[in-house]
């Protein structure tokens, strides 16, 4: 058994229903000792997002020269998936915003999804634990249980590893899920928007119907 802790950057959207495309992926992995056996990073290559917004340069310091030369997501999942190799693992983020996101990107990128199950959320983890209503940030956790954090905040991979100082933190009070690839898309997957039905109903076409009968005889001349 290992336990993959990843994090994810993407594209600050701004237009409604538009995909955040994923920049960075960074993850950590621990052995069933919780001992790091490996660590993963790397830029990705946005699809429609030719030029990095000022606002994602602010937060993740990731520059446009980061990316433009990096594989496509499509390209670096597959290398991700790889690197957490054959064994049976635990998928764990900080919140849930990480997996809507990477569920959204893997459907952009018709990415198949054999790999999604165990997932759990270690935000949601810890809210439980400290009997939270509210959901707690990552560097407020760090210092509500005295971890110093490791590098920089919205780094992939760092916010990786500072999530793993939790988990070991926590380990022995988590209730990990064991859950599949049906329920998980079901809670996290994005939703299709509904679109009004062109059809009318049986009900609404005879109201009309006689609606226009009337007209019609009203317009009749004696």
């Known amino acids: 058994m290992t336990y993959v802790i990843f994090d994810l950057e993407w594209v600050a959207t701004f237009a409604k229903g538009q995909v ?22 790397s830029f990705v ?10 606002r994602t340069v602010r937060m993740t310091k ?20 790889q690197w957490i190799g054959d064994e049976e ?3 764990l983020t900080w919140g849930p915003t990480d997996i809507r996101t990477l569920l959204a990107n893997c459907k952009m990128h018709r990415v198949p999804l054999a790999w999604l199950r165990n997932y759990n959320d270690l935000q949601a983890e810890f809210g439980r634990l400290q009997e ?5 940030g990552l560097m407020e956790a760090l210092e509500a249980l005295q971890l110093k954090p490791i590098g920089a905040h919205h780094s992939a991979v760092d916010d990786a590893r500072n999530t793993a100082q939790i988990f070991k933190s926590l380990y022995n009070k988590l209730q990990l899920v064991r859950n599949n690839h049906a329920g998980l898309l079901k809670a996290f997957a994005p939703k299709q928007p509904r679109r009004p039905s ?10 009309r119907g006689k609606h226009e009968e009337r007209v019609e005889r009203a317009g009749r001349k004696p």
């Open 20 to 41: 955040p495309e994923i920049i960075s992926i960074g993850a950590v992995k621990l052995d069933r000792d919780l001992n790091e056996c490996g660590q993963f990073a």
């Open 45 to 54: 290559r946005p699809k429609r997002a030719r030029m990095l917004n000022k």
């Open 62 to 81: 990731i520059r446009p020269e980061d990316v433009r030369t990096s594989e496509d997501f499509a390209k670096v999942w597959k290398k991700f998936l």
């Open 89 to 91: 693992y635990f998928l």
């Open 132 to 136: 939270l209503k509210n959901q707690t």
């Open 198 to 207: 062109r059809t009318l109903s049986t009900q609404s076409r005879t109201r």
